[in-house]
């Protein structure tokens, strides 16, 4: 069965280090990729999203993500985070031909002032 | 513009009964997918409905059941419950199926049930 990956359950940084999660998916063909964010108490909303082009996409906040495909992979990077990044970060991967959007089991962040 | 509304926000139900969750997707947006957040699970997809029609299915037993009516607002039933059925069960919708932002999807706050 096709799955997505997120290898990094719980994050722990302090304000202004660097950032990557994780995100593998096992589809082989094409897809939608997506991460969505958690902030405490607010609703799951998109943080950035790839569909096609230049496989490397930028979203809200500085966040940027990379679609590597012979890796099948789409990590997300931000080079300084801060207190406010605290959430819990969700990858998610479209498989075009079954129309189906699967999530990771999410990765909690923790930035500390 | 609303955002998309679950209702209940907390339900309570115990092993054996039927549970009922409604959505109502933002305006304009014809698909409704539904979700549940189960501890330590991430979001695992449970039914996707678009103009009416039952367009995918997760791999949840026949017990998880819904609908979507012609205003495009959603329930889900979950009958005979069980103790690992507690979770959250987000309600998410989008544009038209294959349409421009379609699979972008909104998600409401969820409807959290616990099953004693």
């Known amino acids: 069965a096709q799955s997505v990956s997120q290898h990094n359950h719980h994050v722990i940084l302090s304000e202004a280090a660097s950032l990557e999660l994780g995100c593998n998916y096992s589809?082989?063909?094409?897809?939608?990729l997506f991460w969505y964010v958690q902030y405490p108490g607010q609703h799951l909303q998109l943080l950035l999203k790839?569909?096609?082009?230049?496989?490397l996409v930028k979203g809200i906040k500085g966040f940027e993500a990379e679609f590597i495909k012979s890796k099948f992979s789409f990590n997300l990077r931000k080079p300084s985070v801060q207190w406010s990044d605290t959430a819990e970060y969700f990858c998610?991967?479209?498989?075009?031909?079954?129309?189906?959007?699967?999530f990771g089991t999410g990765t909690r962040l923790q930035v500390f002032p | 513009e609303a955002g998309v509304t679950q209702s209940p926000t907390h339900l309570i139900k115990t092993r054996g009964q039927q549970a009922t969750l409604r959505c109502s997707p933002i305006?304009?947006?014809?698909?409704v997918y539904w979700y549940q957040q189960a501890l330590g699970l991430g979001l695992q997809f449970l039914l996707w409905?678009?103009?009416?029609?039952?367009?995918n299915r997760g791999n949840f037993p026949p017990r998880f059941s819904g609908r979507q009516f012609p205003n495009y607002s959603s329930e889900l039933n979950v009958n005979a419950l069980e103790l690992e059925d507690s979770a959250l069960y987000l309600c998410?919708?989008?544009?038209?199926?294959?349409?421009?932002?379609?699979?972008?999807?909104?998600f409401g706050a969820g409807s959290r049930l616990t099953v004693l």
């Open positions: 305006s304009g947006h014809t698909s």
């Open positions: 409905y678009d103009e009416g029609e039952e367009r």
């Open positions: 998610a991967v479209n498989q075009i031909d079954t129309d189906k959007l699967i």
């Open positions: 589809y082989g063909g094409t897809v939608n």
């Open positions: 998410a919708s989008s544009p038209v199926w294959g349409g421009v932002g379609a699979n972008v999807l909104t």
């Open positions: 790839y569909f096609s082009g230049d496989p």
